[in-house]
């Protein structure tokens, strides 16, 4: 029974729920994480040195692993399957994973001789103890890139035999490791416990996806071939991707310097309103293109070009329909969300006041930051990296440009909106490129359907607002759950109003909402 359900393979609908729920779950323990971190330290000298420490571990995962690997990894193993058989994929996954440790552990070790060094780029304005803090966090995070490293070539595994049902539990799992160290761990190592938390998290991340990885048939050999030309194709594509993911990871990481010679806080504001607004992006944007990602690699394999763009409208469709609600929802809860996420403890008023103002900022770009993964993937599985790599450094000019322009009117608020504004471009570009290149994508019903969610956005935003409005005269928002039963009805009264209008303007996308309830119903 456990055997069939880890190797079983998925339709891209399948696929697309089981990611979209996991990452609801584990984004819902990403809000228990933040909160638990926020209502025990506040947004103070602790946190701070948390999330800058964070940068550089998290620098080397985005870089090495979760991107330019698993975008460079899937296409050439799922070619390898198709034409050469298991056996033969199977000797490129040992090949890569015997370079992958002896690659990380080196550049792991030396990151963590140079840590203070490192400290002093990524939080330029923090001094003495709370220096010396982030560089003793960031010392013991840096083990966590080496079990991501391996639990996304397993992860990059198990997608390309379409199975995402472990690969979607195991962000879970990494919540509840640094849920765990906060709790547990803190009272007893002191602010290094967090870290610790984070390094345990790293660790259930890669033991879940391990035993279905075995499951379908992987064997681990001593296997030294780095000449193999599976491992020369995965590096000329993993370059330009490593590249590109460069430019994006030292935009975060400019924007964290730059927080840093900010107010006392703003390092913390500005990360606590950037997970709240990536947890739509997670569920509506990441999921949908990482369910689809294997099937646009196989069907580029197989030159299966129209079914190509017809599989991306279709997944584009699908995340506007589901994105643009939530910016209109976002904005009208912002103060609520934050509240509620994060209003405990040691978070003080003045600190709720400026993430409210930064999340606002952040919702502009959200459907732009939503569509992004769909875009690059597509050109991954054409087997292009280096066109994101070109837009990637296009958006780190102008979001460190925009940065510099709005902090001084606007703080840390500012670094938000530049963020959007570079996403927005950079959403657009990698579109009007990918159009070009595949000759067209049928765009009549995309723009048929657009206007119709804006109409649906709008009578939400109206119908919300008033529900919103009406709940504040009716019940005590001063309270969690006063506040958690405003925020409630407004959101379903809302949410209820776009289905309605969308269904009245015949947006096929509906169906994609009803079919799951129409299940649970029997019907």
């Known amino acids: 029974m456990i055997h069939k359900l880890i190797t079983r393979r998925s339709s891209i609908f399948e696929a697309t729920v089981v990611l979209a729920v996991a990452s609801l779950v584990s984004r819902v323990f990403g809000l228990v994480r933040d909160r638990t971190l926020f209502s025990h330290f506040g947004a103070g000298d602790v946190l701070d040195a948390y999330f800058a420490a964070f940068k550089v571990p998290d620098f080397i995962f985005n870089l090495l692993i979760l991107g330019a690997l698993s975008s460079a990894f899937i296409p050439v193993f799922t070619d390898y399957l198709k034409k050469e058989g298991k056996e033969e994929a ?16 080196g550049l792991l070790m030396l990151l963590a001789i140079f840590a203070p060094y490192l400290t002093k780029v990524v939080a330029p304005g923090f001094i003495g103890d709370k220096h010396e803090m982030v560089t003793n966090l960031m010392r013991v995070m840096l083990l966590s890139p080496f079990f991501f490293g391996l639990s996304n070539l397993a992860g990059g595994i198990l997608n390309s035999f379409k199975n995402f049902l472990v690969y979607a539990i195991a962000p879970i799992l990494y919540n509840v490791g640094i849920i765990l160290g906060v709790i547990y761990l803190v009272p007893r190592f002191g602010y290094m416990g967090l870290a610790y938390g984070v390094v345990l998290g790293a660790f259930l991340h890669m033991v879940v996806q391990l035993p279905g990885v075995f ?17 020369r194709r995965i590096a000329a594509l993993m ?17 964290t310097v730059i927080a840093s010679t900010l107010a006392v806080g703003s390092v913390s504001v500005f990360n606590g309103a950037d997970n709240l607004q990536s947890l739509p992006i997670g569920i509506f944007g990441i999921s949908f293109a990482v369910a689809v990602f294997p099937t646009l690699s196989e069907k580029y394999t197989l030159q299966k070009l129209d079914e190509f763009k017809a599989d991306f409208v279709k997944t584009l469709r699908q995340i506007l329909y589901l994105i643009i609600p939530m910016m209109m929802l976002y904005w009208l809860l912002r103060a609520q969300i934050v509240r509620l996420a994060f209003g405990a403890g040691q978070f003080s008023w003045e600190d709720t006041r400026f993430t409210v103002s930064t999340l606002a900022f952040f919702t502009f770009g959200m459907a732009a ?9 597509s050109f991954y599985a054409l087997q292009d ?16 440009g925009s940065a510099l322009l709005f902090i001084p009117y606007l703080k840390v608020v500012g670094l938000a909106l530049a963020v959007s504004l570079a996403a927005i471009i950079n959403a657009v570009t990698l579109f009007v490129i990918l159009r070009r290149r595949l000759g067209g994508l049928g765009m009549k019903p995309l723009w048929a359907m657009s206007w119709r969610i804006m109409v649906g956005a709008l009578a939400m935003g109206l119908t919300g607002y008033g529900a ?7 019940i005590n928002t001063h309270t969690f759950w006063g506040l958690l039963a405003q925020a409630g009805v407004a959101a379903n009264v809302a949410g209820l109003t776009y289905l309605a209008v969308t269904k009245t303007l015949r947006v096929p996308e509906v169906k994609m909402i009803l079919k799951p309830a129409r299940l649970l119903g029997g019907e």
């Open 369 to 377: 930051q939503a569509t992004i993964p769909l875009l690059a993937r």
């Open 90 to 105: 199977w000797g490129v996954v040992n090949s890569l994973v015997n370079l992958g440790i002896v690659i990380l552990t």
């Open 215 to 231: 499951a379908l048939g992987y064997r681990y050999r001593m296997h030294f071939n780095f000449k193999h030309p599976a491992l």
């Open 468 to 474: 919103l409005q009406a709940m504040s005269w009716i």
């Open 239 to 255: 370059i330009p991707r490593t590249m590109g993911i460069a430019a994006q990871q030292v935009s975060v990481l400019l924007n």
């Open 385 to 400: 990296t280096k066109t994101p790599f070109w837009t990637s450094m296009i958006t780190l000019l102008i979001n460190v």
